[in-house]
Protein backbone atom coordinates (compact mmCIF):
# COMPACT_ATOMS: atom_id res chain seq x y z
CA UNK A 1 0.00 0.00 0.00
CA UNK A 2 1.00 3.48 -0.72
CA UNK A 3 2.52 5.33 2.15
CA UNK A 4 -0.29 8.09 1.50
CA UNK A 5 -2.82 5.76 1.18
CA UNK A 6 -2.11 4.58 4.75
CA UNK A 7 -1.86 7.68 6.29
CA UNK A 8 -4.98 8.88 4.72
CA UNK A 9 -6.81 6.10 6.12
CA UNK A 10 -4.82 5.83 9.47
CA UNK A 11 -6.24 9.78 9.80
CA UNK A 12 -10.15 8.66 9.09
CA UNK A 13 -10.07 5.90 11.41
CA UNK A 14 -8.31 7.63 13.98
CA UNK A 15 -10.25 11.06 13.65
CA UNK A 16 -13.36 8.83 13.64
CA UNK A 17 -12.18 6.96 16.70
CA UNK A 18 -11.08 10.26 18.41
CA UNK A 19 -14.24 12.07 18.22
CA UNK A 20 -16.45 9.38 19.05
CA UNK A 21 -15.01 8.97 22.04
CA UNK A 22 -14.46 12.84 22.48
CA UNK A 23 -17.57 13.97 22.31
CA UNK A 24 -18.84 11.13 24.71
CA UNK A 25 -16.36 11.73 27.53
CA UNK A 26 -17.85 15.51 29.20
CA UNK A 27 -20.91 13.47 29.10
CA UNK A 28 -20.16 9.91 30.50
CA UNK A 29 -22.60 9.72 32.81
CA UNK A 30 -25.35 10.08 30.54
CA UNK A 31 -23.80 8.49 27.76
CA UNK A 32 -23.46 5.20 30.71
CA UNK A 33 -27.06 6.05 31.61
CA UNK A 34 -28.41 5.75 28.04
CA UNK A 35 -25.92 2.63 27.18
CA UNK A 36 -27.58 0.47 30.20
CA UNK A 37 -31.08 1.25 29.33
CA UNK A 38 -30.62 0.27 25.44
CA UNK A 39 -29.56 -3.22 27.24
CA UNK A 40 -32.41 -3.34 29.67
CA UNK A 41 -34.20 -5.83 27.40
CA UNK A 42 -30.92 -7.80 26.41
CA UNK A 43 -29.16 -11.01 27.67
CA UNK A 44 -26.19 -8.92 28.87
CA UNK A 45 -26.69 -7.85 32.44
CA UNK A 46 -26.32 -4.81 33.87
CA UNK A 47 -23.09 -5.20 35.20
CA UNK A 48 -21.08 -6.26 31.92
CA UNK A 49 -22.50 -3.19 30.25
CA UNK A 50 -22.12 -0.17 32.83
CA UNK A 51 -18.57 -0.92 33.19
CA UNK A 52 -18.63 -0.97 29.02
CA UNK A 53 -20.26 1.98 28.33
CA UNK A 54 -17.17 4.30 31.00
CA UNK A 55 -14.77 2.70 29.19
CA UNK A 56 -15.90 2.64 25.85
CA UNK A 57 -15.42 6.35 25.17
CA UNK A 58 -12.07 6.45 27.26
CA UNK A 59 -10.83 3.73 24.67
CA UNK A 60 -12.09 5.80 21.42
CA UNK A 61 -10.50 8.61 22.44
CA UNK A 62 -7.25 7.15 23.18
CA UNK A 63 -7.56 4.47 20.10
CA UNK A 64 -8.39 7.79 18.11
CA UNK A 65 -5.32 9.62 19.16
CA UNK A 66 -3.19 7.26 19.03
CA UNK A 67 -3.84 6.71 15.73
CA UNK A 68 -3.89 10.63 14.67
CA UNK A 69 -0.53 10.57 16.03
CA UNK A 70 0.82 7.34 14.53
CA UNK A 71 2.09 6.68 17.83
CA UNK A 72 1.62 2.19 19.11
CA UNK A 73 -0.16 2.27 15.76
CA UNK A 74 -0.41 -1.69 15.70
CA UNK A 75 -1.71 -1.86 19.23
CA UNK A 76 -4.41 1.03 18.67
CA UNK A 77 -5.74 -0.89 15.12
CA UNK A 78 -5.67 -4.02 16.96
CA UNK A 79 -7.36 -2.60 20.26
CA UNK A 80 -9.29 -0.87 18.02
CA UNK A 81 -10.55 -3.94 16.04
CA UNK A 82 -11.40 -5.82 19.43
CA UNK A 83 -13.52 -2.52 20.62
CA UNK A 84 -15.37 -3.46 17.26
CA UNK A 85 -15.93 -6.80 17.47
CA UNK A 86 -17.27 -6.10 21.46
CA UNK A 87 -19.73 -3.28 20.00
CA UNK A 88 -21.06 -5.66 17.09
CA UNK A 89 -21.36 -8.27 20.09
CA UNK A 90 -23.69 -5.64 21.78
CA UNK A 91 -25.15 -4.39 18.66
CA UNK A 92 -26.52 -7.84 18.11
CA UNK A 93 -27.91 -8.59 21.64
CA UNK A 94 -29.80 -5.72 20.99
CA UNK A 95 -30.45 -6.07 17.22
CA UNK A 96 -29.45 -3.01 16.43
CA UNK A 97 -29.11 -3.90 13.12
CA UNK A 98 -28.89 -0.34 11.67
CA UNK A 99 -25.62 0.45 13.47
CA UNK A 100 -23.51 -2.73 12.02
CA UNK A 101 -22.76 -1.80 8.92
CA UNK A 102 -20.58 1.24 10.06
CA UNK A 103 -19.12 -1.19 12.75
CA UNK A 104 -18.47 -3.48 10.06
CA UNK A 105 -17.00 -1.22 8.35
CA UNK A 106 -14.74 0.22 11.11
CA UNK A 107 -13.83 -3.21 11.64
CA UNK A 108 -12.95 -4.05 8.00
CA UNK A 109 -10.56 -0.72 8.67
CA UNK A 110 -8.51 -1.56 11.16
CA UNK A 111 -7.90 -4.86 9.50
CA UNK A 112 -6.69 -3.21 6.77
CA UNK A 113 -4.15 -0.89 8.72
CA UNK A 114 -3.08 -3.91 10.66
CA UNK A 115 -2.30 -6.07 7.17
CA UNK A 116 -0.44 -2.84 5.09
CA UNK A 117 1.41 -1.63 9.00
CA UNK A 118 4.81 -1.49 6.62
CA UNK A 119 3.39 1.02 5.24
CA UNK A 120 3.33 3.55 7.99
CA UNK A 121 6.08 6.31 7.16
CA UNK A 122 4.26 8.87 8.76
CA UNK A 123 4.16 8.10 12.19
CA UNK A 124 5.81 9.12 15.49
CA UNK A 125 6.74 4.83 15.67
CA UNK A 126 9.21 5.97 12.94
CA UNK A 127 10.44 8.93 15.32
CA UNK A 128 10.93 6.91 18.77
CA UNK A 129 12.54 3.49 16.69
CA UNK A 130 15.52 6.30 15.69
Known amino acids: MNTYSFLIL ?11 GLVRLPKLTAFSVWMVN ?15 SYALPVAEFTIGLLLLLGLFTKQAAF ?4 VMLMLLFGTGMIENWEAVPSQLIHAALFAVLLHFIGSNKYALDNVLKQ
Open 10 to 20: RLAIGVSMFTH
Open 38 to 52: SFKESMLPEVVVTPF
Open 79 to 82: AGAI
